[in-house]
């Protein structure tokens, strides 16, 4: 009979996993419920170990060890793996909690292409609530010093296209469509109040 472990209670889940493990087994818990590991020894003394992740029931591994402090170090690890993978999930979540820290007036880059590289730029020109901003699509400095192929940069507040209303993902990023996704530019400098930007490079094939 098979169990969909997120229906199941803790003391359904531990019965399940306990016929899955030797009896003289010792458990340890994370406290959050991270994960679980049973020690013991096999017939022969040898150190062994099991593990399940989080509520499911499938072994996360299953290992038999030459010593105990090759167990010990093995599962401190494994233990260490899944509590910085929680940390860091927590880490986007409040930062995306947070908002975004794009401004109006900020410049985004989009380098994207197949056997090619393309450069677009946006400009953010409203900011909608915490996650949402209007972009619009910014004309460029081109310069061509190689065979299809050259440098390129924006040019703020000269727009080539329509306001656009799109999400901010985690990092700053904005989605622009299938195929670009674009991040901050930063300005290298500022002359007379205005940002000035370094310049990316860009190729073409035809």
């Known amino acids: 009979m098979s169990h969909n472990p997120a229906s199941l209670t803790a003391e359904q889940r531990k019965a399940i996993r ?23 020894e096999d017939a022969s003394g040898r150190p062994c170990a099991r593990a399940f992740v989080g509520k499911a ?15 010990a170090r093995y599962c401190r690890e494994f233990a260490d793996r899944l509590e910085q993978r929680e940390a860091d999930k927590a880490a986007r979540r409040s930062k995306a909690n947070a908002g975004h820290s794009l401004e109006v ?16 730029y946006y400009e953010v020109t409203k900011l909608i609530g915490k996650t949402m901003v209007e972009v619009r699509a910014i004309a460029q ?38 195929c670009q996704r674009a991040h901050l530019q930063k300005p290298t400098a500022t002359v007379g109040g205005k940002p000035v930007y370094g310049t990316d490079r860009w190729t073409a094939y035809h």
């Open 57 to 71: 029931l499938k072994l996360a591994f299953r290992i038999q060890f030459r010593t105990h402090e090759a167990r």
């Open 141 to 178: 400095a081109v310069e061509s010093d190689a065979h299809m192929q050259g440098a390129c940069a924006p040019k703020p507040g000269h727009y080539i296209g329509e306001p656009k209303r799109r999400k901010v993902s985690f990092g700053d990023m904005v989605r622009i469509n299938e």
């Open 105 to 120: 007036g900020a410049v985004l880059k989009s380098v994207w292409g197949y056997e090619q590289t393309n450069v677009n």
């Open 18 to 40: 306990k016929t899955m493990v030797p009896e003289c087994a010792v458990c340890a818990t994370h406290k959050g419920g991270l994960y679980t590991i049973y020690y013991y």
